[in-house]
């Protein structure tokens, strides 16, 4: 059974909108076949910024890497993508 993905929620009622997940970007340092790397992209579906990057860090074990949030989720796009709450996978 999928968990349900929360939608996005208002901060001490400013308006403003708490995204659902993030999209993060993995850029490295390494060189591959002489060409500059390119960046691996993930879609997490993990509200917190810094939870987000966690996440993704954990799941790739690199040494130099740089590891950054580049643009909200919102709950729908999670959706399309087929993401749980809490799970990230990347871009092919």
């Not at 691996?40 to 993990?46: K, L, N």
């Amino acid at each position: 059974m999928k968990k349900p993905v929360i939608a996005a929620a208002t901060i001490l009622g400013l308006g403003l909108a708490v995204p659902a997940g993030w999209v993060v970007q993995v850029t490295t340092n390494e060189p591959l076949s002489g060409y500059p790397p390119a960046p691996e992209i993930w879609d997490v579906a993990i509200s917190d910024p810094n939870e987000a990057v966690r996440e993704v860090s954990e799941r790739i074990r690199r040494v130099e890497e740089h590891v950054e949030v580049v643009q909200k989720l919102s709950a729908e796009t999670i959706e399309e993508f087929g993401l749980e709450r809490g799970q990230a996978k990347q871009r092919l």
